[in-house]
């Protein structure tokens, strides 16, 4: 038994009425847990520094190519809130135009293997037990089990190591889990009564793939989606620490934690600061993520 | 496509009609294949316009065949004939104009719509899938008429299944397979799920949409109370063959069967009025036996009060007892 | 009273939701005496499980309990402390659920949950139990099912549903208890098996001593089962009967409504049922909570609800349409 509350027959009747309210309803079910909101503040705040990121940033011009030998190693100060590195550049600034690379790199990874990886698992799970699931899964075996650390290596062997070469590396290590998190979901929907009503109605396949289980995969889908910015950003950390990706003197999060790491523990904060940006990035995303799989949960009666 | 009926007004006939789930217990070494005797052998016969009743507890078979008339599978063997076409087969391979014809409404409302999507785009897809919108006539226009057959509100387009109570959504399920104007509908037990009080609304408008628009319903239940004040013609199945046919009168009147006998006399009742009907308690024991291990000669044999040694041996084949009464039993 | 086990008192029961409150116990009035079988009647969403859920301490963090209280024996159970509570819940209650499937787990064996309860049901004494398979044997022999010892080293999954909820009748009465709360027991089984557990039920009930609650929509089930019955509406106890006098003649509009939907074995069609839904939990009727449903409603009806009118012989009913009557006057 549910209850209706608010949504009166009027309000259903007008289509804006019926949107604030869903909303709103969702909006509750979201903040529910205050981390949730935390973890909304976090994502915004970020998103917004990555967008804004030549306003914001107290020393826009420190994100190119920039050198001043004389402030360089500088501790925290009221100048340079999070110090100076090696060459004298301000740490926060530089922090904040890698959230562009980290934010850019987790949206190219994540616009590709999101439709590629729920496709397939999709089409695997609808039909599975029949030779299209097993050829889709194996293929998906096949990927899956390449390391992404080592493939980025191999990729920037061959080809130069740049960012767009790193997103391609992830992204080819990255779709095989939407795969398989779509294919387990797709498979058993596929037995649901709703299903079954649609399939021996006549709809086309095409129509059941989308329309009838597609949208019951939808919350899963959309928090693994949060949770994966920040893993995803991670990932490219640690390729740039390595040296893979966006290449100095533009800004990466890994980079500048490598370049730090020789100097600690002297200068601590040329390494600490990026490190923990990156922390903040994972737990934002995380929390946020928590907070979509709540506000998208089937009610309850 | 004609309406194509034999003499007897038949709208679905059943021969020997076998389904069997092959169930594989092979081992590294050895090959080993079971059958589960979903349905073993059954005959009937569904004339238009009536309701036609399947009983059984589980085990029994009757969903299955329900499924095989819909088309969620296809028999392992018999014939299946609607409208003097042969529907043996399972829906993906069936004409546009058979899915058209033949609807299912399912037991569990709650599984039977799709939570992500509300009450339009459900009563949509018939119709889209069956084109059956024509210019001019806009499809939300033949949404609202679709509730109005069931008597919902319209603006209960714009909700999700999950704020409808069980009754409610059932009726959608019901306004679902009405769309595409169907003359067959299987009911698979779809008030079980359901209270006392929506019980009765849902059935009551059941039977009035049969009567406006000439529907032949073949009704599935385990219910027999309910059977009793719906079906015209009624069919006991017990582990996948069919025990008793009769029209609803004499089946509750004058049951033959041993285990119709039993049912009848395990069902609580409410009134006096109705202890008088039920026939002298036969205290029922043991379980239905697994289909996948269906005893030597009549499969009731493990249960039956009456049986004697011939029902060890041989399975009994359906006779007629009486005008239009049949029955598989040695002893009657 | 020194023969009530159990005395549930103008228990409210609230839940925290999105946009309010849900008012879902709205003054509950419940008791059971020692060896008594008293049934619970009511539709879905009207609180049964509820009642049951606060009862045994396990409702959900967002249930409140502004108002009521529930003795167990005389003690306040809402008031327990751990370790009292773990003694109630290991020797006082016991319940069978609806679903013996989800009540099992799969991964132990029946002897290993077995052993597990009579473990618990020491409570916070402490003290070992001796002879846990003999206590264990005798349960399963009780409970009438066959072959006890295989049954203990055999899964959940290799029993059929009839057996399965033996063996959680078997769990219930293995160690001596007070009372027994039945929720739902045969609804998933079958007919002829139904009647099987049921008499097996009530049986052990009476041979042990203890009492019975049983909770079931099925008012027949109720009939044939219980000695005095309560039937339950959106929260309230509005009718209370011994059960004979209860189904040969209600008093209150609701169980009158609920007894003419029920199909009859005689024919004879079905009535429309109750028209209009359950009320809004949120926003509840002021008055009785049956009012904007009830044919009968008048003035009164819609101001309070209604309190508990005495129609003799230990009747009761919480309606506006009936005077106290002298006489037979015994309390609830």
Redesign the interface.
């Known amino acids: 038994m549910t209850t209706e509350g608010m949504l009166t027959s009027s309000s259903l009747k007008n289509p804006w009425g019926r949107t604030l309210y869903s909303l709103k309803r969702t909006w509750y079910k979201f903040s529910r847990n205050w981390l949730s909101v935390l973890g909304l503040v976090i994502v915004v705040t970020i998103v917004f520094l990555a967008v804004f990121a030549p306003y914001v940033a107290p020393y826009p011009q420190h994100a190119g190519k920039f050198v001043d030998f004389k402030g360089k190693n500088q501790p925290p100060s009221w100048q340079h809130l999070m110090g100076t590195d090696t060459i004298g550049r301000d740490i926060l600034s530089r922090i904040i135009f890698a959230f562009r690379n980290a934010l850019l790199m987790a949206i190219v990874v994540l616009a590709v293997s999101v439709p590629l990886g729920t496709l397939t698992g999709l089409t695997a799970g609808y039909y599975s037990g029949t030779w299209t699931d097993t050829v889709i899964m194996r293929v998906t075996d096949v990927f899956i089990s390449i390391p992404p650390i080592i493939l980025a290596l191999s990729i920037a062997a061959v080809l130069k190591p740049t960012l767009m070469n790193s997103m391609i590396a992830v992204t080819v290590s990255w779709w095989p889990w939407y795969t398989r998190m779509t294919y387990s979901l797709a498979s058993s929907i596929k037995n649901e009564y709703y299903v079954q009503a649609a399939e021996l109605t006549g709809a086309s396949k095409i129509y059941i793939l989308f329309h009838e289980i597609l949208p019951n995969c939808s919350s899963s889908l959309f928090t693994k989606m949060a949770l994966d910015v920040g893993w995803v950003t991670l990932v490219g950390a640690a390729l740039s620490f390595v040296g893979l990706g966006e290449q100095p003197p533009k800004p990466a999060l890994g980079t500048m934690i490598a370049e730090g790491v020789e100097r600690m523990p002297a200068q601590w904060w040329i390494a600490l600061f990026p490190a923990l940006a990156i922390m903040f990035v994972v737990l934002g995303f995380n929390l946020f993520g928590d907070g979509i799989r709540d506000a998208l949960s089937p009610e309850e009666a | 496509m004609p309406d194509v009926m034999d003499i007897n007004n038949n709208i679905l006939v059943a021969e020997n009609l076998v389904k069997h789930f092959p169930i594989n217990l092979s081992g590294i070494f050895k090959k080993k294949w079971i059958a589960v005797k979903a349905v073993d052998g059954i005959n009937f016969s569904v004339k238009q316009g009536e309701c036609f009743g399947l009983v059984g507890e589980s085990g029994s078979g009757k969903s299955t065949t329900a499924y095989m008339t819909v088309g969620t599978y296809a028999p392992t063997s018999g014939s299946l004939v609607f409208k003097g076409e042969d529907i043996a087969r399972p829906a993906v391979k069936r004409p546009m104009h058979l899915k058209k014809d033949i609807q299912i409404v399912f037991q569990d409302p709650g599984s039977s719509l799709n939570p992500m999507r509300n009450i339009q785009n459900i009563l949509e897809m018939p119709l889209r899938v069956h084109n059956m919108i024509k210019k001019g006539n806009s499809i939300e226009k033949k949404v609202i008429d679709l509730l109005d057959r069931v008597e919902l509100p319209s603006h209960y387009r714009f909700k999700s299944p999950i704020t409808l109570g069980g009754g409610e959504r059932q009726m959608v399920a019901i306004a679902r397979a009405l769309a595409t104007k169907p003359s067959f509908m299987v009911l698979d037990e779809p008030t079980s799920a359901l209270d006392v009080s929506v019980q009765g609304k849902i059935i009551n408008r059941l039977i009035r949409l049969q009567k406006e628009f000439g529907l032949t319903y073949l009704f599935i239940t385990h219910d027999l109370s309910l059977m009793r004040n719906v079906a015209t013609r009624i069919a006991i199945m017990y582990l996948g063959k069919i025990a008793e046919i009769a029209s609803a009168n004499e089946f509750f009147q004058k049951p033959l069967h041993p285990y119709t006998q039993m049912l009848l006399s395990s069902i609580p009742i409410l009134f006096d009025e109705e202890a008088k009907l039920k026939p002298n308690k036969i205290h029922s024991v043991g379980e239905i036996p697994s289909p996948v291990d269906v005893p030597p000669g009549c499969s009731f044999n493990t249960r039956c009060p009456f049986k004697t040694d011939i029902c060890f041996v041989e399975d009994p084949v359906m006779r007629e007892i009486e005008p239009e009464h049949y029955a598989r039993c040695h002893n009657i | 009273m020194s023969e009530t086990l159990l005395d549930i008192k103008n228990l409210h029961v609230w839940f925290k939701?999105?946009?309010?409150v849900?008012k879902v116990l709205n003054g509950v009035n419940f008791n059971v005496k020692f060896g008594e079988k008293v049934g619970l009647v009511g539709?879905?969403?009207c609180g049964k499980t509820t009642t049951m859920k606060a009862l045994l301490r396990v409702l959900p963090n967002l249930a409140l309990i502004p108002e009521g209280d529930i003795f167990v024996r005389g003690k306040n159970i809402l008031k327990l402390n751990s370790r009292e509570l773990a003694d109630l819940r290991g020797r006082g209650l016991s319940m069978i659920f609806q679903d013996p499937t989800s009540a099992l787990n799969p991964v132990f064996t029946i002897g290993q949950q077995l052993y597990d309860i009579i473990k618990y049901s020491a409570g916070s004494s402490g003290q070992k139990v001796a002879n846990k398979k003999n206590v264990a044997l005798s349960a399963l022999y009780e409970a009438r099912l066959p072959d006890a010892e295989r049954m203990l080293d055999s899964y959940p999954i290799q029993l059929?549903?009839?057996?399965r909820q033996r063996v959680c009748i078997a769990f219930a009465i293995a160690t001596a208890r007070d009372l027994l709360i039945a929720d739902e027991p045969t609804t998933n089984l079958?007919?002829?098996?139904?009647?099987?557990v049921l008499r097996l039920i009530r049986d052990l009930v009476e041979k042990k001593g203890a009492s019975l609650i049983l909770i079931t929509?099925?008012?027949?089930?109720a009939?044939?089962i219980t000695e005095r019955v309560y039937v339950m509406y959106a929260g309230n106890m509005i009718e209370m009967a011994a059960t004979s006098l209860l189904?040969k003649k209600p008093f209150h509009p609701y169980t009158q409504?609920?007894?003419s939907?029920?199909?009859?074995?005689?024919?004879?069609?079905?009535?429309?049922?109750?028209p209009g839904?359950?009320p809004?939990?949120?926003n509840p009727p002021p008055g009785c909570r049956f009012e904007p449903r009830c044919q009968y409603a008048f003035e009164p009806c819609s101001k309070a609800m209604p309190p508990y009118i005495n129609v003799g012989d230990g009747h009761q009913v919480a309606c506006y349409l009936y005077q106290d009557v002298q006489g037979d006057r015994k309390n609830a």
């Open positions: 939701v999105y946009g309010g849900l539709e879905a969403g059929s549903g009839g057996m079958d007919v002829t098996i139904q009647d099987q929509h099925s008012l027949g089930l009939r044939e189904f409504g609920l007894l939907s029920v199909p009859r074995l005689s024919g004879g069609g079905f009535a429309e049922g109750i839904r359950i809004d939990y949120r």
